[in-house]
């Protein structure tokens, strides 16, 4: 349950609820998106490598529910054997960058701010990433974990 809890957070963190809503849960999303203006793929037979510009000079190929690199796609298709970008390999391409982080048994524990501080340079929403991007707070993402039903230490 804690695990899942945690990818919901980590979604809720990397695209908001709002456009979670306004989109197939964020799982078909592009970066740069907004509730207002979603950027939407079709089709998860691969990552959707556009690259998008999104001003002062910084542009991105990350889609996703989190937010996903292509160039880190490849390497985690590979490895983990995966046939898709569909919702199941995103999930568990996010499982697999959090194991390699060494942060699953804290999130098993429910040690959430240790786990988040495992994690955040893969997502620079989370508090302390250093990406020079919207950083959300400890508390916001205790509050998205705790609604998807992670417990705490």
Request: a neutral charge.
């Given at each position: 349950m804690n695990r899942m809890a945690f990818l919901d957070m980590v979604a809720a963190s990397e695209i908001g609820p709002?456009?979670?809503a306004a989109s197939d849960n964020g799982y078909n999303v592009l970066v740069?998106?907004?509730?207002?203006r979603p950027k939407l793929f079709v089709g998860y037979l691969d990552?959707?490598?556009v690259m998008v510009d999104l001003g002062n000079g910084l542009r991105s190929t990350a889609a996703g529910r989190y937010q996903l690199l292509s160039?880190?796609?490849d390497y985690y298709k590979n490895l983990l054997k995966l046939a898709d970008f569909g919702h199941a390999?995103?999930?568990a391409i996010a499982l697999q960058q959090i194991k390699e982080r060494g942060a699953l048994p804290d999130i098993d524990a429910g040690d959430l701010e240790t786990a988040i501080r495992k994690v955040r340079n893969i997502w620079a929403s989370m508090p302390?990433?250093?990406?020079?991007?919207?950083?959300?707070?400890?508390?916001r993402l205790e509050g998205y974990y705790r609604d998807a039903g992670g417990s705490l230490a």
């Open positions: 709002a456009l979670l740069g998106s907004t509730a207002a990552h959707p490598r160039r880190y796609f390999s995103q999930d302390g990433a250093g990406y020079g991007q919207h950083e959300n707070t400890l508390a």
